[in-house]
């Protein structure tokens, strides 16, 4: 399909940078939200990071240019001549609900629906509407303008077509677009799930500081350590989709009970300038750790007997175990699930390629001996186990 104008609900934080992906590549976009001051808000973003653009070296006659592209919107009226929406509302299934019968409404009937929501089902979504052929998730990572992963997830009954014109799209933004089937929280944050909670299970038994833990996946392959990216997107947030996840999958995504303390007691990270790490007023940047941390550390118990001391590893193990579920499950293609990890995340090397370089029969004794202190949140893939019993080195 021909995509020549694109629309995008929600102006937001993910609304208005997608907004920016769209226009450095040359698509007219409609900005739409519920009233011209969030309207406005969204175009305030757009043009901060237009801005930042030039100062990086885009030249003000091209910013402009891209900045013509916009057209703020707050109402349906004009998504007569649109190919493709972009929903960037809130996760909350009642407004998307809304969203996609009005949009059902307003589009020309081969209008593509996209959702850019990072969990929810988009053949629930799909429902909604008298279309649901034309309904795909398309959930891209924050920011969107630099981030080169688009997740495309098809529903139930989302169409070949229709997701073969997401990837195009994708493709056309500059970023890889992988296909990946429907399942809670998708892939990349799925496996990254397993991994923060695992680094918030390491600090609430004790077993590494705050900064030991960071450290430890900064040096080891990671661009920010979990606990820092967990103050970045909000100790609430991260809450929501850690219940969420153990709703979906069961006792593996057990959410420590470090998380529920820290959102008791406001402590969400740079929002409110007090998480895992204090922040400065008025810049937000870290100013050390937090020494509150101590006292609901004490509260919850400590180190557990028998718990071994803290090795990087563990924080990766439960990342792979999942990777190995995610295959089995066929959610993606095994040749695109470390590229995904690596675009989406910035990882420096995928969960496979850690797996192959600790050794898959080494990866599974060590998942075996801490499933025997921890129980389910290290319960081996099945997969795992049948390449090592095939003597399988690598996955890849």
């Known amino acids: 399909m021909q995509v020549n104008k694109v629309a995008v609900v929600g102006s937001g934080t993910m609304g208005s940078s997608i907004a920016v992906a769209l226009i450095s590549r040359g698509y007219p976009t409609i900005l739409k939200d519920v009233d011209d001051k969030t309207v406005q808000s969204g175009l305030n973003n757009i043009d901060r990071l237009l801005k930042s653009r030039v100062d990086k070296g885009l030249s003000a006659k091209e910013a402009e240019a891209q900045r013509a592209l916009i057209l703020p919107s ?45 969990s929810l089902s988009i053949t629930q979504i799909g429902a909604f509407t008298r ?57 990349v944050n799925r496996l990254l799930g397993r991994y923060i909670n695992e680094s918030l299970w390491c600090l609430q038994e004790g077993v590494g500081s705050v900064e030991e833990i960071d450290k430890a996946a900064c040096d080891y392959v990671m661009p920010i350590g979990p ?46 300038k007090e998480g895992f790490y204090k922040y400065d007023e008025n810049t937000r940047k870290r100013i050390g750790t937090n020494s509150r941390l101590a006292e609901i550390l004490v509260r919850l118990g400590g180190i557990r007997d028998g718990a071994p001391p803290f090795d990087v590893e563990r924080l990766f193990l439960p990342m792979i175990n999942e990777a190995f579920l995610v295959l089995q499950e066929k959610v993606c293609d095994v040749q695109d699930l470390d590229p995904a990890m690596m675009a989406g995340l910035g990882m420096r090397r995928g969960p496979l390629a850690l797996a192959s370089e600790i050794g898959l029969a080494e990866c599974l004794r060590k998942i075996e001996a801490l ?24 996955v890849l």
Not at 147 to 162: A, Q
Not at 230 to 247: E, H, K, P, W
């Open 371 to 394: 499933n025997q202190i921890y129980g389910e949140r290290f319960r081996p893939a099945p997969l795992l186990k049948r390449y090592v019993w095939a003597n399988r080195t690598s």
């Open 74 to 118: 707050t109402d349906y009226a004009t998504f007569a001549d649109v190919d493709f929406v972009i929903e960037a509302v809130p996760e909350i299934i009642e407004l998307k609900k809304k969203v996609f019968e009005d949009l059902d409404e307003w589009c020309n009937v081969d209008a593509i629906f996209g959702s850019n929501t990072s």
């Open 227 to 272: 606990l820092a990216l967990r103050d970045m997107n909000g100790s609430d947030v991260g809450l929501a989709v850690a219940r969420f996840n153990f709703q979906e999958y069961g006792d593996r995504f057990l959410p420590a009970s470090i998380l529920e303390e820290m959102v008791k007691l406001n402590l969400l990270g740079q929002k409110t």
């Open 131 to 187: 279309r649901p052929d034309k309904v795909v998730g398309l959930h891209f990572f924050n920011p969107a303008h630099l981030m080169k992963l688009v997740e495309v997830i098809p529903g139930l009954e989302t169409s070949h077509d229709t997701v073969n014109s997401a990837i195009e799209l994708g493709i056309s933004l500059g970023k890889l677009a992988v296909r990946v089937e429907e399942c809670a929280s998708f892939l």
